[in-house]
Nanobody, 129 residues
Framework: QLQLVESGGGLVQPGGSLRLSCAAS????????IGWFRQAPGKEREGVSC????????NYADSVKGRFTISRDNAKNTVYLQMNSLKPEDTAVYYC??????????????????????WGQGTLVTVSS
């Protein structure tokens, strides 16, 4: 059974940092592109950052460029999202999802919420003073 599990969310003050992890079980994460998505209350799910299976390509939403970094450790079957300089508008449930189609990271981030089939349960990030 393909499964993704996110962890690392929590409450952080503005300007703080968190590192989210997305761990895979039941499949080899290195064969998949991975995307991080988030959904704030009352808003649609949006792509935050995506990484190709080889780690050669990454993509970031404009709102997080320069603050977030996506990376992967295929030996640990885990993808990370390092989030720095957090803002209240980053508050959301963060999800990771796996892409087996070899979709470009740009397309994965923009369209992934519509077609990706393997999702984690999400981890809540709250940025507040």
């Amino acid at each position: 059974q393909l499964q993704l599990v996110e962890s690392g969310g929590g409450l952080v003050q503005p300007g703080g940092s968190l590192r989210l992890s997305c761990a895979a079980s039941g499949f080899t994460l290195g064969d998949y592109g991975i995307g991080w998505f988030r959904q704030a209350p009352g808003k649609e799910r949006e792509g935050v950052s995506c990484i190709s299976s080889s780690s050669g390509d990454t993509n970031y939403a404009d709102s997080v460029k320069g603050r977030f970094t996506i990376s992967r450790d295929n030996a640990k079957n885990t993808v990370y999202l390092q989030m720095n300089s957090l803002k209240p508008e980053d508050t959301a449930v963060y999800y990771c999802a796996a892409d087996s189609l070899g979709t470009s990271v740009q397309a994965m981030c923009v369209l992934g919420s519509r077609y990706l089939e393997v999702w984690g349960q999400g981890t809540l990030v709250t940025v507040s003073s």
